[in-house]
């Protein structure tokens, strides 16, 4: 069983950074794409951000230019730095990785963006 583990969130004020981590318990090469999705109380789960193996990286258009995904493979981890953040970025942060076998999901790490 794939398991991933998200760590890194907490509380930070606009215009602040934080980077998440995605400790996945394969190697990276295993899976299609890792992404990051968000959900905000009330709201749908988004996606964020995603990454292949190869390095081909795509961004929501409402992130583009402040997050950007990266990994470290020999560690089997996924990172998202977040930088110049918004009010609208707090939400419950969740990595995903995917196969052709289906989707394997963390169970979250919680984003605050509060002055």
């Known amino acids: 069983q794939v398991q991933l583990v998200e760590s890194g969130g907490g509380l930070v004020q606009p215009g602040g950074s934080l980077r998440l981590s995605c400790a996945l318990s394969?190697?990276?090469?295993?899976?299609?794409?890792v992404s990051w999705y968000r959900q905000a109380p009330g709201n749908q789960r988004e996606w964020v951000a995603a990454?292949?193996?190869?390095?081909?990286?795509r961004y929501n258009d409402r992130v583009k230019g402040r997050f950007a995904i990266s990994s470290d493979k020999p560690k089997n981890t996924v990172f998202l730095q977040m930088n110049r953040m918004k009010f609208e970025d707090s939400a419950v942060y969740f990595c995903?990785?995917?196969?052709?076998?289906?989707?394997?999901w963390g169970r979250g790490t919680q984003v605050i963006v509060s002055s």
């Open positions: 995903n990785a995917r196969t052709g076998d289906g989707d394997y």
């Open positions: 990454t292949t193996y190869g390095g081909t990286r």
């Open positions: 394969e190697n990276l090469s295993s899976f299609d794409t």
